[in-house]
């Protein structure tokens, strides 16, 4: 079997033109404010494309570009400026933030329609609720549009999410849930994962290591869903073996051009749904 391949670039492409027509017949500009603090190159090389996909949309990014030494209270009084800027419809802090600072009080100081990456406890809490109006997180929000791409029905089939952060691994898994599939979350702690693999329909890789999945993890016939981004010195690679994954899948998505496009776009989106909330009549 050769999988078929998830063209995320594509599918991104589609979505931006989409949001694109509908901004051009806004009121207003949407802007969207991204922090960053500290100088990270990865996280630099994701602001820069973040902000070009903004104001290819016809959105106006806003770049906060903070030093590494940043204060926490330094940072919380920049996001409570922007809770309460006209011109901000998204804020955006991209992480990881540098070591001294807490992430979870840092993300919960967004205020919660502003909070277009979804990570703040209300709209996350939303989501376990299956409650409508929550901004949905990029990267799993990303995921289950390529999913919806394979035309396969979703309800009872067996997903696998390797890894549990805040940001993927546990939005992914409650997103998949609320599309009615059977969710198992693996981790670092999970026993006998190659076999727990081999009984996903759907198995979502995202660990942060690249190549970790290889062809015993992956039953014949199942969709692959690879969120990892790792660096590596042979380039990019994403957390699944491609090669070996292509010839035992029925779908797969690439790194580059699957998960990683979807998640801009989806930004772009949710910038877009904050935009139209805060002009609601
Ligand atoms: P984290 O490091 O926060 O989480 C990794 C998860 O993998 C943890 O839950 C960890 O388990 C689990 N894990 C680690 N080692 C193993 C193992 N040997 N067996 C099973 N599980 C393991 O990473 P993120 O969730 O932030 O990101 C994951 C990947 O996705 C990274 O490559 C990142 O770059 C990429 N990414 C891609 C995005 C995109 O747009 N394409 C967006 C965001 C991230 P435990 O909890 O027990 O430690």
């Known amino acids: 079997m050769t999988a078929q391949v998830l063209d995320g670039k594509k599918l991104a492409q589609s979505v931006r033109l989409g949001l694109k027509q509908k901004i051009a017949a806004f009121p207003q500009i949407p802007g969207l404010a991204v922090i960053i603090a500290g100088n990270n190159p990865a996280s630099e090389i994701y602001v820069r494309s973040k902000a070009k996909a903004c104001r290819e949309t016809g959105i106006i990014p806003y770049t906060y570009r903070l030093p590494a030494d940043t204060s926490a209270d330094e ?11 006209p011109e901000i419809n998204g804020i955006l802090v991209q992480l990881p933030l540098p070591a ?35 901004f949905l997180p990029c990267t799993p929000k990303g995921i289950i549009r390529l999913l919806r791409q394979t035309g396969k029905d979703l ?4 997903a696998v999410v390797v890894g549990r952060s805040q940001i993927v691994g546990l939005p992914a898994a409650h997103l998949l849930l609320n599309e009615n599939c059977t969710v198992t979350v693996a981790h670092s702690r999970t026993r006998g994962l190659a076999s727990l693999c081999r ?10 290591k690249p190549e970790f999945i ?11 869903i690879d969120v990892g981004i790792n660096r590596t010195p042979d380039g990019l690679k994403g957390d699944v073996c491609f090669s070996e994954a292509i010839e035992t899948a029925s779908y797969i998505t690439p ?20 935009f139209l909330k805060q002009h609601r009549p």
Do not use: W, Y
Not at 214 to 224: L, Y
């Open 75 to 85: 940072l919380l009084s920049l996001i409570q400026k922007l809770n309460a800027s």
């Open 100 to 134: 001294h600072l807490d992430t979870t009080q840092i993300l919960g100081a967004v205020t919660p329609e502003k909070d277009v990456d979804g990570f703040h406890p209300l709209n996350a809490g939303l989501v376990v609720q299956k409650q409508a109006g929550a």
């Open 155 to 158: 309800n009872g089939l067996n």
């Open 199 to 208: 009984s996903a329909d759907i198995l979502v890789a995202a660990v942060g």
């Open 214 to 224: 290889t062809r015993d993890f992956i039953k014949p016939g199942a969709i692959i």
């Open 255 to 274: 790194v580059p051009g699957g998960v990683g496009p979807m998640t801009i776009a989806m930004l772009l989106e949710n910038t877009c749904e904050a």
